[in-house]
């Protein structure tokens, strides 16, 4: 089946950095999503991305959708302790309609020391 | 903010008794989805189902397992005959349109096979 590469694993910062991560696919996804995921928690959609090329921003998180299709970013900028958490990109393969299922990266996990 | 409702929180069970496992989806959705995560693991897609019928499944959805919506608002996984394996976190999820438009998860159920 699809899968998707998500780097780094996990990450060490010091608060107020900014963090950078991203995902990479064999294949195209026609929608990219970036979840955060907290412990015990279900994942909570950050941003999603519609169109190869589009940029979005929500906050201090900006994510953009890459030209080939293939692949994803997200940034975090002048990160707080709040931030920490495993962030996920997801990609579904169709723009439109329909019940599509989710591919999930293996998460990046973010950790911001004192 | 409307909300995925998933319950049990967690549901201990022995190897080779069936379980269920409920989520009330948000009330305006039409598409509703079922995922699990085992401990450390990445998010995966198991099943969606659309106008009372399962939509799209992945092999790991297999015989054993079902989904059912028995009334207006539920939405239930079951697990026929569990194994160890089994035992993860099991997220339902729903969204209004299909697509990544509103897609929502719940908090989830972990699942325990002893």
């Known amino acids: 089946g699809q899968q998707l590469n998500q780097s780094p694993q996990s990450m060490f910062i010091q608060e107020g950095e900014d963090v950078s991560m991203n995902c990479t696919s064999s294949s195209i996804f026609n929608t990219w999503l970036w979840y955060k995921q907290d412990p015990g928690e279900g994942p909570v959609l950050l941003i999603a991305l519609y169109k190869a090329g589009e940029l979005t921003s929500n906050g201090r998180l900006t994510a953009q959708f890459g030209i080939t299709r293939k692949d994803s970013f997200l940034n975090i900028s002048a990160s707080i302790p709040s931030d920490v958490g495993i962030y996920f990109c997801?990609?579904?393969?169709?723009?439109?309609?329909?019940?599509?299922?989710?591919?999930f990266g293996k998460g990046t996990h973010l950790i911001i020391q004192p | 903010e409307p909300e995925v409702t998933q319950t049990p929180s967690h549901q201990v069970t022995q190897m080779g008794q069936e379980v269920i496992l409920r989520c009330v989806p948000i009330?305006?959705?039409?598409?509703f989805y079922w995922y699990r995560q085992i401990l450390g693991q990445k998010v995966e897609f198991l099943v969606s189902f659309y106008n009372n019928e399962i939509s799209e499944k992945s092999e790991i959805f297999d015989d054993q397992f079902s989904v059912e919506r028995p009334d207006g608002s539920n939405f239930t996984l079951k697990i026929r005959s569990t194994k160890l394996e089994d035992s993860a976190m099991y997220f339902c999820a729903s969204s209004e349109v299909g697509g990544a438009y509103g897609y929502t998860f719940g908090s989830g159920t972990r699942l325990t096979v002893v």
């Open positions: 009330s305006n959705h039409l598409y």
């Open positions: 997801a990609g579904m393969p169709n723009s439109g309609g329909g019940a599509d299922g989710l591919t």
